[in-house]
C-alpha cells in the first residue's frame, strides 16, 4: 500500500497500486482483484474521483503506445495512457489537432474521455466525447466491450464521462481536425463587469474558436477581468517558443494563495495583463495550457491542499447567479487567483454524466481551510441548486450527495452500466457504492 | 542502401530503451531493428514507433538472449543487412534481491539476465564493428553496480560485471572508430517501478534519462550518469569507509 494523492493534494490515503502495461495482460489483472479497483491515469483531476483509499488504483501510464495515424482522414488509434502532449507534438506538424482539450495537456486519453472534458472551444465543438469515435472498455468480470458512437452506443454514453466506473477503458480511436499549424491568432481584451462579460462572450461567439476568461473575483469590485479569444491562423513556420519549464520546488508550510496575497496578486495581474492588452499570435502551449510550464504548481496550496470549485449555471439566470457566487466570495475573505469564467455553447454533452450543459460556467479554486472553507461552499451550493446548475466530478472532492442526486438527471440510467468491481473514492461518496 | 542511421536496440522494450528510439526518430528518420525476446510486446513497440515516425524504417527480430549461438546469427543477421551506427544494449530485469537469496535459479537467472547476457551481445557486435572500424555500441549498466549493497547486490554484481567489460572494451578500441558508452541510470521511472512509486523513492522521468541518454550516445561520451547527479552520489557511496557503509541501511 502506497500514499496516493490526487490534484488537490487534499488527502494521501494508501492504495494497491498497479501498473497496466501490457495491454494483452490488462484483463488478467483487473479481473483477478478480489479488491475493487479504478483506473488512475496522470492524477490531475482535483478530488476523489481518480482515488479509491485502500483499494486498487489501476495505473495506466504504461499504455503510452500509438497504435495507427491515417495522415489523410485524421484518425487517430492509441493506447488510454497516451498523453494528449504527446498526441499534440506528434500530430500538429502533420497538419492535424486534437479538437477539444482541458487546460493541461498532460493528461492521459483515458481520464480525459472518462471525465468527458472540455476546452476554450466548447461552444463549436463540444467535449472531447463527441470526437472519440470508438472505445475499448475491460470490464473486471472479463467482458471486453467495443463501443461508439455508432456501436452500442449505450455504453458510448455510459463511459463517455462515466468517470471510469464502467470499466477500464485501454484504447480509443479519436477523429482530428485539420490545422494549418500551431500558432493561435489570439485577442486579450480587459472588461469591467459580469455585463461587459457577457457582452463580449455572445460577440465572440460567432467568430472566435476559443474563448475564455480570467476574472478577478476580490479586488476591483469583483467582476472585472480579462477576456481571451483565439482563432488557429496560418502564419507560416515561425521559431517554436522554448518554454521554460519551472518546478514548484517544496511543499511550503503555508499555502503561499492567502488573504494578505490574493489582492497584491489579482490586482499586479489584472494591470499588467490590461497593459499587454490587444491582438498577438501565440504558440498553442502557452495559451491552451498556460500552468503546464509551472510543474507540480498545486504545492502552492500548502500541505493541506485546495479545492476546486466548478460549477455551471444556465445562462437566463446566469449573470445573476455568478454575481451572487462572487458576492458569496468577497464576503467570505477567502478568494481564489486561478478563476476562470466561460460560456458553454446550446449543446448537450454524450455522456450520461458528462458535466457542460448550456450556460456558463465559473471554476474557482481556494486553499484548503477546513470549516471555513466548507461553509463557503454550502453557500456556494445553494446559489448553483437555486439556478438548477451543476458541479465539475472531476474537480469535485466535497459535494453534497443529494445536490449530486438532483443535478445529474441520467444517474439512474448511468448506474445500470456500473462495474461491480470498480468503485473509486468519488463513487462510495456520491453514489454509496 | 539509404543514408539514414541505423541502430539497433536489443531489448527493445525495455522503458528506457523505448524512449530512446523515440528521441531518436523524433531527431530524424532512422533504421532502426528493434531485437526481443517477445515477439508480441516488440511489435508493440514498433507500431508506435511507425506511428511517431513515418519514414523510419522499423524492423522486428525476435532473439534469445541467453545461448551464444543464437546470438552470434542473431547479430551476424543484422550487421548483413547494413552496417550498424549505433547499437543499445538495453535488456536485463530487476529483480527481488530477497528471491535471489533464497532461490539459487532466480540468483543465476538475475545475474545472466544482466550481467552475461549484454557482454555475450556487446562481443558479437565489437567483433563486427571492428572489422569496418565504426559504431558505437551503449550500454545500460546501473548505478547498482558501483558497490554492491544488501539491498540489491545480486543485481549489482551483474550490473558491476558489465561495468568492468565496458571498461575493457572501451580500452580495446582506444583510439579506433569504434566508441563504446556505458550508461548508468539511477532509479527511474518507469512501467517497471510503478509499485515503488510513494514508497519514498524519488524516480527520475525515463524521458528525461532517454534524453541524456542519446545525447551522450552522440557525443561518445564513454560514461554517463542519469540523472546526473548520481555520479557524485555514487562517487561518495564508493569512497565510503567500510565501517560507516555497513552502518547505512540501503
Redesign the interface.
Given at each position: 500500500m502506497k500514499p496516493v494523492t490526487s490534484w488537490g493534494r487534499l488527502s494521501a490515503n494508501p492504495h494497491h497500486v498497479v501498473g497496466l502495461n501490457d495491454p494483452s495482460r490488462v484483463k488478467a489483472l483487473v479481473c483477478h482483484g478480489a479488491n475493487s479497483g479504478v483506473a488512475h491515469g496522470m492524477g490531475r483531476s482535483y478530488g476523489d474521483v481518480c482515488l479509491n483509499p485502500e483499494g486498487t488504483l489501476w495505473v495506466t501510464t504504461g499504455l503510452d503506445h500509438f497504435i495507427a495515424f491515417d495522415d489523410s482522414t485524421g484518425r487517430l488509434v492509441c493506447e488510454a495512457g497516451v498523453l494528449l502532449r504527446d498526441i499534440q507534438r506528434q500530430v500538429i506538424p502533420r497538419g492535424w489537432i486534437l479538437p477539444v482539450t482541458p487546460g493541461t495537456q498532460l493528461v492521459t486519453v483515458g481520464g480525459a474521455i472518462a471525465n468527458d472534458v472540455h476546452g476554450k472551444n466548447h461552444h463549436v465543438l463540444g467535449s472531447f466525447g463527441d470526437h472519440v469515435q470508438n472505445l475499448t472498455l475491460v470490464r473486471t468480470d472479463g467482458e471486453i466491450i467495443q463501443c461508439g458512437p455508432h456501436e452500442r452506443p449505450d455504453w458510448f454514453a455510459a463511459t463517455v464521462g462515466g468517470l471510469g466506473l464502467t470499466g477500464v477503458i485501454t484504447q480509443a480511436e479519436i477523429q482530428l481536425r485539420r490545422v494549418a499549424g500551431p500558432w493561435l491568432d489570439t485577442e486579450t481584451v480587459p472588461y469591467a463587469n459580469l455585463d461587459e462579460f457577457f457582452q463580449l462572450a455572445d460577440d465572440s461567439e460567432a467568430d472566435w474558436e476559443h474563448t475564455v476568461s480570467w476574472i478577478d473575483c476580490i479586488t476591483g469590485g469583483g467582476g472585472r477581468g480579462l477576456f481571451m479569444r483565439g482563432n488557429p491562423v496560418n502564419v507560416g513556420d515561425r521559431p517554436t517558443p522554448q518554454g521554460r519549464k519551472l518546478t514548484m520546488p517544496m511543499v511550503p508550510p503555508v499555502s503561499l494563495v492567502n488573504r494578505l496575497s490574493l489582492r497584491p496578486f489579482n490586482m499586479a495581474y489584472y494591470h499588467l495583463k490590461k497593459w499587454q492588452a490587444g491582438r498577438a499570435i501565440t504558440h498553442y502551449e502557452p495559451f491552451f495550457y498556460p500552468l503546464d510550464n509551472l510543474l507540480e504548481w498545486n504545492r502552492m496550496y500548502g500541505p493541506k491542499g485546495f479545492f476546486q470549485y466548478q460549477s455551471v449555471v444556465p445562462r437566463e439566470i446566469g449573470q445573476d447567479a455568478v454575481q451572487a457566487m462572487l458576492k458569496e466570495i468577497a464576503l467570505s475573505g477567502d478568494g481564489s487567483f486561478l478563476a476562470v469564467l466561460k460560456t458553454f455553447g446550446n449543446r448537450q454533452p454524450v455522456g450520461m454524466l458528462s458535466f457542460p450543459q448550456p450556460g456558463v460556467t465559473l471554476a474557482l479554486d481556494f486553499p484548503n481551510h477546513g470549516e471555513r472553507t466548507h461553509k463557503l461552499f454550502e453557500r456556494l451550493d445553494a446559489i448553483v441548486r437555486e439556478a438548477k446548475g451543476r458541479i465539475y466530478l472531476a474537480k469535485d472532492a466535497r459535494m453534497p450527495r443529494e445536490l449530486f442526486e438532483a443535478s445529474y438527471p441520467r444517474l439512474a440510467e448511468f448506474k445500470k452500466y456500473r462495474d461491480p468491481g470498480i468503485s473509486s473514492g468519488l463513487s462510495r461518496r456520491l453514489m454509496g457504492s | 542502401m539509404n543514408n539514414k542511421k541505423r541502430i539497433v536496440i536489443i531489448g527493445a522494450t525495455s522503458?528506457i530503451a523505448e524512449h530512446c528510439a523515440r528521441l531518436w526518430l523524433a531527431k530524424q528518420p532512422a533504421d532502426l531493428t528493434l531485437v526481443g525476446r517477445d515477439t508480441?510486446?516488440i511489435e508493440?513497440?514498433a507500431?508506435?514507433l511507425k506511428?511517431?515516425s513515418?519514414q523510419s524504417e522499423i524492423r522486428v527480430v525476435q532473439a534469445e538472449f541467453l545461448d551464444p549461438e543464437a546470438i552470434n546469427a542473431t547479430v551476424g543477421d543484422i550487421v548483413k543487412s547494413g552496417r550498424v551506427d549505433i547499437v543499445l544494449i538495453a535488456h536485463g530485469s530487476l529483480p527481488e534481491q530477497i528471491e535471489c537469496q533464497n532461490d539459487l535459479q532466480s540468483c543465476r537467472d538475475a545475474l545472466e539476465i544482466n550481467g552475461v547476457s549484454p557482454v555475450l551481445y556487446a562481443e558479437a557486435f565489437a567483433k563486427e564493428m571492428e572489422k569496418p572500424n565504426h559504431g558505437t555500441i551503449a550500454l545500460i549498466g546501473s548505478v547498482a553496480g558501483d558497490r554492491g549493497r544488501k539491498s540489491n547486490y545480486v543485481y549489482g554484481a551483474a550490473k558491476g560485471l558489465v561495468t568492468r567489460y565496458a571498461q575493457g572494451l572501451q580500452h580495446r578500441f582506444v583510439g579506433s572508430g569504434v566508441k563504446v558508452v556505458l550508461i548508468k541510470p539511477g532509479p527511474t521511472d518507469t512501467?517497471?517501478t510503478?509499485?515503488l512509486?510513494?514508497?519514498g523513492a524519488k524516480l527520475a522521468p525515463v524521458e528525461g534519462v532517454a534524453k541524456q541518454i542519446i545525447e551522450g550516445v552522440e557525443a561518445g561520451k564513454p560514461v554517463i550518469y542519469t540523472p546526473g547527479k548520481w555520479w557524485l552520489i555514487m562517487m561518495v557511496i564508493r569512497h565510503l569507509p567500510a565501517f560507516v557503509f555497513n552502518k547505512m541501511n540501503i
Open positions: - | 522503458a508480441q510486446r508493440r513497440v507500431t508506435d506511428v511517431r513515418p512501467p517497471m510503478v509499485h512509486k510513494g514508497k
